[in-house]
Nanobody, 122 residues
């Protein structure tokens, strides 16, 4: 199972760090993606990281504001979100895909967490 955490309420320009932890399993050799669904919109991919390789991918729309990292000892990945904007308001989900996956495209990810809400006020 996946446990996403770290969401909350923040003012524009602020930062949050989301965490995605695996319980009862390991991320070794897998790709972990972050996705988000804003109110009234389709869910979209945000970024992903190869847990063993550390290779990351980010959507261009993030403009370098988000950074993924992982802690192998804790079997956890993080999404550091800086300079948050109101348009970043969404439920953020983490998901696990096969290690060959290198982009955050939904159909490549088979195991999903429950989501954590991020609200950014203007």
């Amino acid at each position: 199972q996946l446990q996403a955490s770290g969401g909350g309420f923040v003012q524009a320009g602020g930062s949050l760090r989301l965490a995605c932890a695996a319980s009862g399993g390991t991320f070794d050799g897998r790709t972990i993606g972050w996705f988000r669904q804003a109110p009234g919109k389709e869910r979209e991919g945000v970024s992903c990281i190869g847990f063993s390789t550390g290779r990351t991918y980010y959507e261009d729309s993030l403009e370098g504001r988000f950074t993924m990292s992982r802690d192998n000892t804790k079997n956890t990945v993080y999404l550091q979100m800086n300079n948050l904007r109101p348009e970043d308001t969404a439920v953020y989900y983490c998901a696990v895909g096969a290690g060959i996956v290198v982009v955050p495209i939904e159909e490549f990810y088979k195991t999903w967490g429950q989501g954590t809400l991020v609200t950014v006020s203007s």
